[in-house]
């Protein structure tokens, strides 16, 4: 009995148009994954929005940019207050904030990862280690983040004393609602940005940290994804956008060819 097998020129044939079916399925593929990713970040963002207006019917006011310890070598950042509201409560029951943030009764709050604040476009580690010029192993480790405040269009790490910023977020002082006065739908809360930027946390910074404040706020200054802009600058890994969360808690992707002057504008919590 005969047995007939394939040919060399069939295997090749068949392998090009596998090949070819490869290379026209494979783009379709990755959009359609870096879709989902996308909307699971605009869904972190709308929970981080539910819960900082829930904080705001609870206060009075959004969360302070920062909290300082006792002793003001480190500070807690605004997302912090927010543990309470995002099913976080044995976290937020752990945090004393009048604790240094080094303090070792807090190594399990440093050590807590919280899936909410990362946006799963970004390959980003779990941790910031924080170092010093001297030495490679890190004084301090934070859990990171992808999401930061809006601290408007400072720089909120340019000068110290820290100037207080334009945008929601500013210094030790909180915000109303009612002081967006170019609209709640019309101003930014919180955006994104990548690890490639700049490491970031939820939690708070160390002052020892020369970049301390921008760990958890950010600038609004060129555009986001600006390649040569400061790295307290918004990013994203997603192609051409980066979400923000607006005061009305929507959440829109912010193209990288935003206007300058609006995307400021928009940065500002008034005129």
């Not at 609004?220 to 802009?229: F, I, R």
């Not at 979400?243 to 919590?269: K, M, P, W």
Request: charged letters at 20%.
């Amino acid at each position: 009995m005969n047995r007939r097998g394939l040919t060399i020129l069939e295997l090749l044939t068949v392998i090009g148009i596998l090949s070819v079916l490869a290379a026209t399925l494979l783009p379709a593929v990755v959009a359609a994954r870096e879709a989902a990713r996308r909307i699971e970040c605009t869904n972190h963002l709308r929970q981080i929005g539910i819960a900082l207006h829930s904080y705001h019917d609870a206060e009075g006011s959004f969360p302070a940019g920062w909290q300082d310890d006792r002793t003001g070598q480190s500070a807690y950042g605004w997302a912090a207050p927010l543990l309470q509201y995002v099913d976080q409560q044995s976290v937020f029951d752990s945090l004393d904030r009048n604790l240094t943030l080094s303090d070792s009764r807090l190594d399990g709050v440093r050590a807590t990862s919280l899936n909410l604040f990362f946006c799963p476009s970004d390959v980003a580690p779990i941790r910031v280690e924080l170092l010093n010029s001297l030495s490679t192993v890190p004084y301090l480790t934070l859990p990171a983040a992808n999401y930061i405040g809006v601290y408007g269009t400072e720089e909120p790490d340019e000068y110290h004393p820290v100037p207080p910023g334009d945008g929601a977020f500013i210094n030790t002082r909180p915000v109303r609602i009612s002081e967006l006065t170019r609209g709640a739908s019309n101003t930014f809360l919180v955006g994104e940005r990548s690890v490639s930027m700049f490491p970031s946390t939820w939690l708070g910074f160390d002052r020892r940290d020369e970049d301390a404040e921008c760990r958890i706020l950010g600038s609004a200054l060129e555009g986001p994804n600006c390649e040569q802009c400061d790295e307290c600058e918004f990013s994203s890994r997603h192609p051409g956008i980066s979400n923000f969360l607006y005061g009305d808690g929507r959440v829109c992707g912010i193209a990288n060819s935003i206007d300058t002057e609006v995307y400021r504008q928009t940065a500002r919590r008034n005129e």
